[in-house]
């Protein structure tokens, strides 16, 4: 129960940081919105192609921010060696990373969900017909992708090259992500929008395997 | 699981060595700390007392050797208030919300309560609403005291605490202690030469490329450990 308790105290400390400095939510929607813009004013794609392509675009879109949002998830606790203090205040470290993971997925979830509306606009997709579908497989997808960076997060954050390694670690590791979102998504947008449990079985293992790998040796990414 | 327990314990460090890569921060090194005494480390940078510390704190595990708390049944693990070169507090929160946030991870009942009388016997109660970012080092530090200080614990390691302090705050620092050592605590603290920090000290030590090379408790050789190394 304790794990629980402080997962919500430092989900909250993290929840109040950001709305108050909005800086990681500001970051990550300018990064998509700019890439979603620029796609659609160089290939002006018709609504067909949309379709076809534009999933797997959003996809790029959302995981290139994940990768700037994630970075300062572990970097900021070096700052002060605050990371210190709170492993010496928990027992079990997994707490900090499920607090720092469920408030990675809560804000790529908010910019994800914002900018499919823009994405819907500029590339004439109904997507609020959707809209339910569309954000539980977005949930599946950040999911994954918030417990690999979260990890990863931590283990860059102690490394000499610390400011490009982890895009460099997350990106090909997230490929499992990627293809089964940008699929599951891709189905969304069909006339009968399916909800493709094959894609979204993928994800739900990817989430389970890689949340109970942290679980078993998540005390290990935060030694010294 | 341990119990944390509040209650000073002696710290016995046996032959512990700290590896970075081929570099020893740490070397065979063993120390036996009875609970309530108040030792003051010094030596040259690098020569190992924030390795020593660390390793005592168990935020670092060392390479080879054994930590232990004398004094505690099986089962029961020391409350540590740790205080090191960083600070250790959020710049983002205020001075208030830093210390209810690690109360309440460390479960302490009413945290607000608890924050609210560590506020006031720092002095900061009457910046308890101002970010952190705002205080000056001296008020930092005096913040990560009252951290340090929350679940009343009976071991504290004290990373240079005077690091940065006016006279003011080094006063406050040096009474501060006083009343902790005064108290029956554990006390480990290094130290940059003699200070009014190392007057307080019942015990001196000095490390040298991580090897402890003297190490006293009173008498004619007391000062000496400060000044060269010799004891």
């Known amino acids: 129960m304790r794990l629980f308790s402080n997962t919500a105290v430092l989900l909250q400390k993290e929840l ?60 900021k606790e070096r700052t002060n060696d605050t990371l210190s203090a709170l492993r010496l205040a928990i027992s079990d470290p997994f707490a900090i990373f499920l607090a720092k993971l469920c408030a990675n997925t809560i804000f790529l979830l908010i910019t994800q969900l914002l900018l499919l509306l823009v994405f819907g606009v500029f590339y004439n997709v109904a997507v609020l017909s959707v809209f339910p579908q569309l954000a539980f497989v977005f949930f599946l997808g950040s999911l994954g992708i918030s417990t690999t960076g979260t990890a990863l997060s931590a283990i860059s954050s102690q490394a000499r090259m610390r400011e490009v390694l982890l895009p460099l670690l997350l990106l090909p590791l997230l490929v499992p992500v990627l293809i089964p979102s940008a699929e599951a998504t891709k189905a969304l947008f069909e006339p009968e929008h399916p909800l493709r449990w094959d894609w979204l079985g993928m994800l739900i293992a990817f989430d389970v395997v890689f949340l109970t790998a942290l679980w078993l040796f998540g005390e290990y990414l935060l030694e010294e | ?141 005096r913040l990560a005291i009252a951290r340090a200080l929350l679940e009343e614990p009976g071991v504290l390691l004290l990373d240079e605490p005077g690091t940065g302090l006016d006279t003011e705050s080094m006063a406050w620092l040096t009474a501060t202690i006083r009343a902790l050592r005064d108290q029956g605590r554990t006390i480990v603290m290094s130290v940059h030469g003699e200070s009014s920090l190392s007057q307080l000290a019942t015990r001196a030590a000095r490390l040298e490329a991580g090897a402890l090379i003297a190490d006293t408790r009173t008498g004619a050789t007391f000062q000496s450990v400060f000044a060269t190394g010799a004891a």
Request: glycine content about 8%; overall charge positive.
């Open chain 2, 1 to 141: 699981m341990s119990q944390r327990v509040s209650r000073p314990a002696g710290i016995k460090l046996t032959r512990i060595e700290k590896k970075y890569g081929s570099l020893y921060a740490l070397r065979r090194l063993g120390m036996e700390i009875a609970a309530g005494e108040c030792v003051a480390l010094t030596g040259r940078n690098g020569s190992g007392k924030t390795t020593l510390l660390r390793v005592a704190s168990q935020l670092t595990r060392p390479t080879r050797g054994e930590l232990s708390f004398p004094g505690l049944d099986n089962g029961e693990a020391p409350a540590i208030g740790y205080v090191s070169h960083a600070v250790m507090i959020y710049d983002e929160l205020t001075a208030e919300e830093n210390l209810v946030l690690f109360a309440r991870l460390l479960g302490i009942p009413r945290p607000a309560k608890r924050a609210a009388e560590l506020l006031e016997a720092t002095g900061l109660a009457t910046r308890k609403d101002s970010p952190s970012r705002t205080f000056s080092r001296g008020m930092k530090q």
């Open chain 1, 16 to 75: 109040q940081a950001e709305f108050r400095s909005h800086e990681l939510l500001t970051t990550a929607s300018v990064f998509i919105l700019i890439v979603i813009v620029l796609f659609s004013f160089t290939f002006d794609p018709t609504s067909a192609e949309s379709k076809q392509f534009g999933p797997g675009l959003l996809w790029l879109a959302f995981l290139f921010s994940a990768s700037l949002m994630m970075q300062p998830s572990f970097l």
